[in-house]
């Protein structure tokens, strides 16, 4: 992972075409290593999970409607769906020099799973219990995400789950230092990590799939 961390570095200070085009053999070297590593991560989680195949992003930018027009991300990064409609949430791990991370959770859901959620959060203290679990602050600490300032519509203010009511998405952060990430048992690592989340996700996925008396949505 070394090639990797130092193509990045180095395209941080050189993100323009002429660079990326001279340097094309080191970009094609540092790809090769992250899809080893992310084809890694997800053969040792697809063990005990059920996902969709392994999404591995480009490194060009669309930059259409973006203020910052440099052509190129600064990071490699993949994506692990679990298999809908039976299972919910998603895998995230980003790798960037002082800046790797993984990601855990609920990043865009739609309107009506946003209610499912809330509506869940109003009625019982489930979710706060897991996420106040050791497991969960030791490995992921607080829940992470946009919010609404004050309460959603249609939900007390002075509920006493309303920091949790208040938010738009629901993801779990673990980041991880240059040195974790050159380790050579990194992959097994970073698959710990996420496994730690399931019953996060598993929760959520038992919410998104019945309906508030706990029956399965047909």
Known sequence: MQNVLDYINKLQQNNNREWFTENKKSFEDAKETASSLFNAVYNELKSSDHLEPLKIYRIYRDVRFS???????????????????????????????????????????????????????ELDDELETILNSKDIQATFGTLEGDEVKTAPKGFDKTHERIALLRKKQFLLIHKFTDKEVLSPDFYKEAAKVFKKSRPFVDYMTDVLLTNLNGEKNL
């Open 67 to 121: 203020s910052d027009k440099t052509p190129y991300k600064n990071h490699f990064s993949m994506f692990m769906s679990r298999s809908q409609p039976d299972f919910r949430g998603g895998y995230y791990l980003h790798i960037e020099p002082g800046k790797s991370f993984i990601g855990v959770g609920f990043f865009d859901p739609n309107k009506e799973d946003l209610l499912r959620i809330r509506k869940e959060i």
